[in-house]
């Protein structure tokens, strides 16, 4: 059995236990084991690696078994705090030594203890909504993504920015981090469009802390051309990213968090898509984009309807244009300047022209914000009762869809 699918197990548990969020990090075995180290024995799911046809079923067998075993022994856990350390054995030989963090059990969340739900609205769960919970952010290092990051790092997520660009999310991690004087955000390297980079990356989070709890998918493109013009190769990599690689970021995020659900069923999860107000009406020389998008959509629907069955919320937002971005803004390849060159705008003449365009296009006469998209991200996390849903953001230029 995979350390990382043990993290994800332990995790789940320790939620389901405490209904709060955890981090379980995998460790090299030491000598110096904990006094308090509860030790699980393993030898009995251990993946029978000849039976290699079935090994897709035997997995998914084993991770049931594993969390069997795994929540017999926490109950057979005699304290009034989870244990800091799980040691994994294999016929007593230590195998794998998993540390616990926040594993002190509250008197008022205690396994035993039976509440009541009174339908009433606390306050204080919603100005925490996100408090210690684990998110990922993919294109986080830059632009929408690194608003998405520094919001949920200030409202005390810990939070992974997950980039191509990897020197600029370890500059932005350090930044964060001393900004909020806290450890709260982790660089991680990712290809959306690769499996094998994105499989990786969700490997590291379970083995780092155990898994997670909302998924943003925001790394996107977008390169605008006229149908009669756009070579095949830049419509393939803008739907690489923004279609095929929201799907490569739900099936493994999606697999981590159904191994969570085993032992934390009643833990509700998000994967949260970033679409954009061209997934809900097109956008005129701009086909490769707008068609990505309203796949994303139809992926974000299916999804939601298959993943629910594990707790999963599958959900997206769609902004509005971030005109004070670099997406927009960037002197030399943002979209006032491509837009100016390609004439999407008639008349324009500057690219303040075609700022002033789209301005006057919004009823609220601005550009959405990262604070705008970010409350909408939380409204999505804090509502158990939805999924499957496109929450506009707006200002008003797309309604009622």
Known sequence: ????????????????????????ASKNISDDVPSDALKIEIATIEINSQEINSIEIKSQENEENAAKIIRSAFENWKKETLPSCVILTTNGKPQGM???????????????????DK?????????EVVKNKIAVVTGGAQGIGEEIVRNLAASGAIVYIADLNIDGAKKL?????????RSCTIPVQVNVSSEE????????????????DICISNAGVLKAGSVLEQDLS?????????????????????????????????WKTDIIQINSKSGLEGSNKNGAYSGGKF?????????????????????????????????????EKGLFVQYLKTG????????????????????????????????AIFYIVEQEYETGQAVPVTGGQVMLH
Not at 1 to 20: F, P, Q, S, Y
Not at 98 to 116: L, R, V
Not at 119 to 127: L, S
Not at 173 to 181: A, F, G, V, W
């Open 344 to 375: 999407k705008v008639p008349g324009a003449k500057s690219i303040k022209d075609v700022r002033t365009f789209y301005e006057s296009k919004v009823p609220m006469k601005r550009g959405c914000t990262g604070k705008d998209l970010t409350r």
């Open 234 to 266: 830049d419509f393939k990599f803008v739907t690489d990213i923004n279609y095929t690689g929201f799907f490569i970021i739900s099936k493994f995020a999606a697999r981590v968090l159904r191994t969570q659900n085993l032992t934390a069923p009643r």
């Open 1 to 24: 059995m995979k350390n990382e699918i043990i993290a994800v197990l332990l995790r789940g548990l320790c939620i389901d236990i405490t209904n709060k969020p955890v981090t379980v």
């Open 119 to 127: 339908n009433i609205v606390d306050i204080k769960e919603r100005a």
């Open 173 to 181: 991690s350090e930044k964060i981090n001393l900004e909020e004087n």
């Open 295 to 331: 796949g994303g959509l139809g992926l974000v629907s299916s999804f939601a309807m298959e993943l629910i069955e594990y707790g999963i919320k599958v959900n997206a937002v769609c902004p509005g244009n971030f005109l004070d971005g670099p997406l927009w803004s960037d002197p």
């Open 197 to 212: 980079s994105v499989e990786n990356m969700f490997d590291f989070i379970a083995q780092t802390t155990g898994g997670f």
């Open 98 to 116: 998993f540390q616990i963090e926040n594993h002190i059990i509250n008197n008022d969340s205690c396994k035993n203890k039976i509440i009541i």
